[in-house]
């Protein structure tokens, strides 16, 4: 099955290719020549967001396109940033600015309050189907302070439990295997091959 990705960002094409496996492929919307549209993320909860992109490419294109809005909750913090996870500091915050901004919220707050997860929801839309929708998460909690090198965003301040180390100190295939996208993308890939 062939899917658009909405998206243009070919290094997250590669890693929700890699989790799809060999019976989808996936086309980034550049190369799939609708490089030039640009949907405007304007939705209140990831699912508004991920639909948003995938129906307006889904019905430009006439093709089946998969889109998927992901980022971090932090309970001390009501959810936030939610879906302005990689603005929170501002509009064209730095990963640094929105760690920085994070850590000072949350200042003070004891490490057992400090619970989070990542989420992702993958939007699929088929021209004439109702848009599905495919939730991941990853639980963990906010460090104090950064750790590792690897991995990008909140990744260095992410802590999880089960490996006793940040994201960003996960190995790459570990993460992959554990993260919110790829727990959406298998949800999305075992309804794929119903």
Avoid: W
Wanted: glycine share 10%; proline share 3%; with cysteine.
């Amino acid at each position: 099955m062939e899917l658009i990705l909405a998206s243009k960002n070919a290094h997250k094409a590669k890693e929700m290719q890699d989790i799809l496996g060999d019976n989808v492929a996936l086309i980034t919307q550049d190369a799939a020549g609708f490089g030039d549209i640009e949907v405007i993320e304007d939705g209140k909860t990831f699912e508004e967001n991920a639909i948003k992109k995938a129906v307006e490419i889904a019905k430009i294109s006439g093709k089946a396109v998969i889109a998927d809005d992901s980022g971090l909750c932090v309970d001390a913090l009501g959810g936030r940033p939610g879906v302005y996870t990689a603005r929170f500091a501002g509009e064209n915050a730095t990963d640094d600015q929105n760690i920085s901004l994070l850590l000072s919220k949350l200042d003070g707050v004891p490490t057992d309050k400090r619970q989070a997860k990542f989420v992702c929801v993958i939007a699929l839309a088929i021209p004439g189907s109702e848009p599905r929708t495919f939730r991941g998460e990853c639980s963990g909690y906010i460090l104090t302070e950064k750790r590792g090198n690897n991995g990008f965003g909140y990744d260095p301040v992410f802590f999880v439990p089960d490996h006793q180390k940040s994201m960003a100190e996960l190995d790459g295939k570990i993460k992959n295997s554990i993260s919110h996208r790829f727990n959406a993308l298998s949800k999305l890939k075992s309804d794929l091959n119903r």
